[in-house]
T-cell receptor, first 111, second 115 residues
């Protein structure tokens, strides 16, 4: 069936480096994608979103890239900080009524 | 703070019991969503309400039910609880029914442990 998945379950980066978190999706009809950050004991927090008619969108220290040809989504975090340590989820629109979440990637920022 | 309020934050109950989780959406939001997060299944969409009416159903068990009240708060009722129902239950809200570009904001979750 259609699903959203993540390439890596864990990612460890040094403080100050750039982080790249990847996500594969299989529903070519999806029109909308979101990245969420979830810190321990908290709910998912919206980071950035992108529509399917775009291939790149930038926010504050974050960039989302969408490659529809290979159905791949990535989140780039510039100058990663300890406060960026969390689980990151990509989510795609599911049949126009909800978000379908991937399993999540745990990002660990080391000093 | 997303503005979505969920109670209780933690709940421990026995198998076979029934619990009710409560959610107050962000001020002005008409849509409420319920998600279940477990270690093996990740975040699973359960159900969506818009302005008091059920709008979409996901992977919600028949033992579970939900409703949205006139004041827009929502309750998720879980009955005949099983050990496998232990999970984090999130409520989320958005101003309008879900659509591309309509950001969904999540609460802090209700941690349910069934023993």
């Amino acid at each position: 069936g259609e699903s959203v998945g993540l390439h890596l379950p864990t990612l460890s980066v040094q403080e100050g480096d750039n982080s790249i978190i990847n996500c594969a999706y299989s529903n070519s009809a999806s029109d909308y994608f979101i990245w969420y950050k979830q810190e321990s004991g908290k709910g998912p927090q919206f980071i950035i979103d992108i529509r399917s008619n775009m291939d790149k969108r930038q926010g504050q220290r974050v960039t989302v890239l969408l490659n529809k040809t290979v159905k791949h989504l990535s989140l780039q975090i510039a100058a990663t900080q300890p406060g960026d340590s969390a689980v990151y989820f990509c989510a795609e629109e599911n049949s126009g009524y909800a978000l379908n979440f991937g399993k999540g990637t745990s990002l660990l920022v080391t000093p | 703070d997303s503005g979505v309020t969920q109670t209780p934050k933690h709940l421990i109950t026995a198998t076979g019991q029934r619990v009710t989780l409560r959610c107050s959406p962000r001020s002005g939001d008409l849509s409420v969503y319920w998600y279940q997060q477990s270690l093996d299944q990740g975040l699973q969409f359960l159900i969506q309400y818009y302005n008091g009416e059920e709008r979409a159903k996901g992977n919600i068990l028949e033992r579970f039910s939900a409703q949205q009240f006139p004041d827009l708060h929502s309750e998720l009722n879980l009955s005949s609880l099983e050990l496998g129902d232990s999970a984090l239950y999130f409520c989320a809200s958005s101003p309008q029914p879900f659509s591309a570009g309509n950001t969904i904001y999540f609460g802090e979750g209700s941690w349910l442990t069934v023993v």
